[in-house]
């Protein structure tokens, strides 16, 4: 794919959604953190009920270490992996207090030093909290740039670093969710929405779905 044509999905993208940003709900940037911790291999929409219960009783680091471990795994037990994500926040919330005065470092290499947070989860951070052109790659982003030739890769690594060297400039700062929103929503997994696709002709996708034919026969 050239990146004339790169552009013009981009450009479409930014169109439709002028504002695009994460469906993660939070008030802070260590909020943001704990709900990206928890969103492995979990919903967004599990997420935020869970943490529409847990915020407003501990929303700091300090506030969540006065829950404790067993405490905490009340309030996110209906998130998968909730044990070990348990587990790890509260580790994270003690190196918060210890290594950063409470507060989310703003280095990739701090924050992958954080129990439960990997480069995807540091991307997050990085763009969206402290507003940084990163793009974290997950199964979405992994589908769309691979589907419309974007940036195709055989892992995520490779994903990002294609995105990172060919998105547009301008686009950079949204990259992220823009591609993940569309993933969301039109590129979906099974069906992706390809008839009333934004990027249907300039995808580069070679099994696009097209319009099934209405029964007209009454039946």
Known sequence: MNQKKRLEIFDRLAAALPNPTTELHY???????IAV??????????????????FPVA????GILALGETGLKEYIK?????????????????????????????????LEALP???????????????????I?????????????????GKN?????RKLDKSTPKQHKKDAHHLLILHGRYTCIA?????????????????????HRDDDKSGR
């Open 59 to 62: 929303n700091t680091p300090s």
């Open 116 to 134: 439960g947070v990997g480069r995807k989860t540091a991307n997050v951070i990085l763009n969206t909290a402290f507003g940084q052109p990163t």
């Open 37 to 54: 911790v928890l969103s492995a291999q979990a919903t967004d929409k599990g997420v935020n009920k869970a943490t529409a219960k847990l």
């Open 27 to 33: 008030t802070s940037v260590f909020e943001l953190l």
């Open 78 to 110: 209906t998130i998968g992996l909730f044990n070990s994500k348990a587990a790890n926040i509260i580790t994270l919330c003690k190196q918060l207090l210890d290594n950063h005065a409470g507060q989310v470092p703003q280095t990739r290499e701090e």
């Open 136 to 152: 974290a790659v997950d199964t979405h982003i992994f589908r769309v740039a691979n589907r419309t030739g974007i940036a195709p």
């Open 156 to 160: 995520v690594l490779e994903v990002e």
């Open 190 to 210: 099974r069906k992706p929405l390809c008839p009333s696709c934004i990027l249907e002709d300039v995808c580069e996708y070679r099994h696009k779905t097209e």
